[in-house]
């Protein structure tokens, strides 16, 4: 197994009991998607806010394995190792 670490800013912790940080584990060899799969079994109120309807990451959020977005990497497909931190960010807008 691998266990990864995944943040939340703020306005997410709300909708995961409050939490800023949750550990999930995915099988080795584990991909992004499976993280957002976990972190859905384990948080459903949080899956809305994250993913549409068909299982893609919502276009207003940014998910990063470390420092890398993975929309640059391999999206869904990127790979997460052991202990890496997954970071859910929705953009934010303003003026």
Do not use: I
């Amino acid at each position: 197994m691998t266990r990864v670490v995944v943040r939340l800013p703020a306005v997410l912790a709300e909708h995961a009991d409050g939490r800023r940080s949750l550990e999930v584990d995915v099988p080795a060899g584990g991909t992004v998607g499976q993280v957002l799969d976990a972190l859905t079994e384990c948080r459903p109120r949080l899956a809305w806010r994250v993913r549409d309807e068909t299982g893609a990451v919502r276009r207003h959020v940014n998910v990063y394995v470390g420092e890398d977005d993975v929309r640059t990497a391999a999206g869904l497909a990127t790979p997460v190792s052991d202990g890496d931190v997954v970071t859910v960010l929705p953009s934010v807008a303003g003026g």
